[in-house]
């Protein structure tokens, strides 16, 4: 995957180049173990495997040329975030790297040992110096989503420049008002770091923008529910992986042509595995790049994923802003009304997720819910029980995981999804 | 002809079924090496289609064997062949040498839900085993020693390693062995009783693997469950011999 024309870049992005060569070659790897290994791959899945090899690559050098023509780079860990905004002042926002083990050691000398894998990833790529998206941001935004992650941001803020963002863990009207306030708060940063005032009509474009990726993704959910399943469910995952930090409208546009593809073998009845496979949601924790272990292991064991509840799925995609607002004031309503529809895990109560889970279970005809937590991540190890309870009632199997990145109890867990998928068969 | 074997963490069985009849029953340790163990253990086993679970179930394919392989999980296959010994069989709780698994059943003998422990071999076979060298004791004679025990001392540590240290520090009280001995056989029951409620305990419950040879932890599962567990004459074939029932239903679709 190296290109050696990148490595000025990177070198100028003060990279650990040797650590970052490391990296490449084991995602490049784990790549063609995972994905280019599949049979009867659509050929709009191209376009994914070329963002995913030059994600530090070209990506990284459209981001360089970005910020020489003066637009600032904002770098996020959550779906919380409103790209909305940074999109109203010409700004590019990008997810963080947090889906594998690096760095480790070191993000525990200022991490507690007993921290999800995701925190401990983020402070790790920071830490090792090979997260060329983390190097480039000119602000990082934080979010209060859970009590590790709050923390952390204190010794991640040391390192980088950083913004936080209170999200409420109820939804009160008190708790809307001080949403507002903190949507109000992230424009004015973003104002000021860019030099530029977030209009009616920049806001507008923002809102139309996002809300196009979001129905983009909302197409490619039904679609990927059909039967016979027409695309993988690690497919998918890819796809909502990379809508974190590819160009909006060149993704949705991707993402479209791939939508017409999948059509074009649904009316032909092609499935990329027999009609007869058992069907998966997988719900709970996100997923980050290069996060695949659980999806691969369900998929090499006689299952499909044909939805996933998570930020990395339909959380993120399944309600937009409204888009009839015509002054700011309006459209930032709009906005904080869709982003308080989030149903994570960090809210109390959340028996809207609870209600969309099951929906998504009915609408995409699953046979078995596998709901993924990484070890450590109290709220939604706590949602675990809940959701299992709910699930029975509509007489939905589920199987609750709880891993990390490593890659020591591959074996318990192909053992245990297979006895699993047996179950549902 | 169908041969079942289950290749465990510790030991494999193979059992060779000619239509209903058990014809030929086998175990050896499953070592460091277990691909030699499974050419042992199939020396002169001439069948149609072998059926493969345990940990090891990926190890036996047609390269392998010369025959035809299938494999399941150890899940399945306890649920199955607990099914056929005992048809009425609504939970299992099956210890082996490095899980432990708890499965309940539909009435139909399908498998409704199971637990199973994670990583560590905490509760297990291994965690006897491993304890049994502490007393210098053969792992086969460990319960019966300990049942020699009349109060058992409380072990807090779930993990191996500490429950080793705290046996030890026991030890060094002074504290009567069998009774530290009976202490440990708890921690195994308190887990594993755990795991059972997990999965919503019914009756008949059958108790089966390798640690159903362990005449205490039969004793204390019973006295804290108010329940006699069902136990396989020979509990450790249980996998075997579900895999073998497996076979038989894919050969006859095949």
Known sequence: MTQPSYKEMWENLNLDIEAHDGLLEVLGKFYGDIYMSQQGRLQGMEYLDFVLSEVHGLRIKELMDAKAQGRKIIGTFCVFVPEELSLAVDAIQVGLCAGADAGTEAAETIVPRNTCALIKSFIGFKMAKICPYTESCDLIIGETTCDGKKKAYEAFGEMAPMHIMEIPQRKEASDRELWKSEVLRFKDELEKITGKKITAESLKQGIKTVNDKRRALQRLNTLRAATPTPISGRDVLLINQVSFYDDPVRFTQSINTLCDQIEERIAKNEGIVPENTPRLMLAGCPMAVPNWKLPYIIESSGAVVVSEESCIGTRNTRDLVDESGETVEEMIDAICERYMKIDCACFTPNNERLDNIKKLAEETKVDGVIHYSLMFCQPYTHETFKVEKTLAESEVPMLAIETDYSMEDVEQLKTRVEAFVEMIS | ?254
């Open chain 2, 1 to 254: 002809m169908i041969a079942g074997i289950d290749i465990g963490s510790r030991s494999m069985e193979l059992v060779v079924l000619d239509g209903d009849k058990i014809i030929l029953k086998r175990k050896l340790p499953t070592t460091f090496d277990p691909a030699s163990q499974i050419k042992k253990i199939m020396d002169g086993v001439k069948v149609d289609l072998i059926s493969a679970t345990g940990y090891g179930r990926k190890l036996m394919t047609e390269e392998l064997t010369g025959t035809p392989c299938t494999s399941l999980t150890e899940i399945k296959a306890y649920a199955l062949g607990i099914s056929h010994l005992f048809p009425e069989a609504r939970t299992i709780l099956d210890i082996g040498g490095q899980d432990t698994k708890a499965i309940s059943l539909f009435k139909n003998g399908k498998v409704a839900k199971f637990e199973m422990n994670d990583r560590c071999a905490a509760g297990t076979g291994k965690f006897l085993e491993h304890l049994s060298t502490v007393f210098q004791i053969p792992i086969e004679d460990f319960g019966s020693y300990a049942l020699e025990g009349s109060e058992p001392l409380q072990i807090n540590s779930m993990c191996t390693v500490f429950a080793e240290t705290e046996a030890t520090s026991l030890m060094a009280q002074g504290k009567n062995p069998h009774d530290i001995a009976l202490g440990l056989h708890g921690s195994i029951v308190r887990r594993t009783t755990n795991m059972l409620n997990r999965v919503g305990l019914v009756e008949p419950l059958v108790f089966a693997g390798g640690v159903a040879n362990n005449s205490c932890v039969i004793k204390m599962l019973q006295d804290s469950l108010f329940i006699n567990p069902l136990i396989p004459d020979e509990p450790d074939f249980a996998g075997a011999l579900g895999a073998a029932l497996f076979g038989r239903s894919q050969q006859k679709i095949l």
